[in-house]
C-alpha cells in the first residue's frame, strides 16, 4: 500500500498541470541529464581507480593494472573499465552513448572525429573547470553533446599516461585535463 502511494505520488509530482488543467511533463532538460550521467560515471570512475588500482596495483602492489590484463592476470585500466561500461550501455540502450576522449590519446580510437567532439576538447583545455555543451547532426539524427573535463585525479592516471610507450604527451600531473567524456544523447 505505502508502496502504491509512493508511486502514484512520484508520478504526480513528474507531472505539471497548466492553466487550462492540461498535464504536461515536467522532464528534464538535455544538460541536466548529461550532467547527471556525467556524475555517475565520474564518480565510478574515481572510486575505481583510487579505491582499487591505486590502492591495490601502486600502494599495496597485490596485484598490477595492466592495458593487457587478459593476458597479465592484472586489472583492467581505469580507461579500460570507462570504456568497457560505454560498449556494454551501447549495446543495451540508444537514448544515449559515451567515450572518453582525449586530443592526446594513447589508443588512436580515443581521438575526437567530430567537430563538436573537436571543439569540446579545446574547450575544456581552454576553460579549465568548465563543461562543453553543443547540438550537432550525425546521420540525419540531431544529438545535444557534452564534453565534462576528464581530470588526473590520482598519480597512478598521470604516471600510466607518462610512462605509456605510445602516450604523445608526457608530462602529465594530478590536476591536469588529460581529455574529457563525450555524452551524447538525440534530441
Known amino acids: 500500500m505505502t508502496t502504491k502511494l509512493l508511486a502514484i505520488s512520484a508520478t504526480a ?4 498541470l497548466s492553466g487550462c488543467g492540461e498535464e504536461k511533463s515536467a522532464g528534464i532538460s538535455p ?14 570512475r574515481a ?3 583510487k579505491k582499487v588500482v591505486g590502492r591495490l596495483a ?35 540502450t540508444d537514448k544515449f552513448s559515451y ?19 573537436k571543439a569540446g576538447l579545446q574547450f575544456i583545455i581552454d576553460n579549465p573547470g568548465q563543461n562543453y555543451y553543443g547540438e550537432e ?35 602529465f600531473k594530478v590536476g591536469d585535463v588529460m581529455g574529457g567524456v563525450v555524452i551524447r544523447v538525440p534530441i
Not at 13 to 16: F, G, N, V
Not at 61 to 90: C, N, Y
Open 13 to 16: 509530482a513528474a507531472l505539471m
Open 31 to 44: 544538460q541536466q541529464f548529461t550532467d547527471a550521467l556525467h556524475l555517475v560515471m565520474d564518480s565510478d
Open 47 to 49: 572510486v575505481y581507480t
Open 58 to 92: 601502486k600502494q599495496e602492489q597485490v596485484i598490477k593494472a595492466s592495458e593487457h590484463f587478459m593476458d597479465d592476470k592484472a586489472l583492467p585500466l581505469p580507461a579500460q573499465m570507462f570504456r568497457f561500461g560505454a560498449e556494454t550501455v551501447a549495446g543495451k
Open 99 to 117: 567515450s572518453l576522449q582525449s586530443l592526446w590519446p594513447i589508443n588512436s580510437q580515443n581521438s575526437p572525429v567530430t567537430e563538436a567532439e
Open 137 to 171: 547532426t550525425l546521420g540525419g539524427v540531431t544529438y545535444f553533446t557534452a564534453v565534462y573535463p576528464d581530470v588526473a585525479v590520482a598519480p597512478v592516471c598521470a604516471s600510466c599516461h607518462n610512462e605509456h610507450k605510445d602516450s604523445p604527451r608526457t608530462d
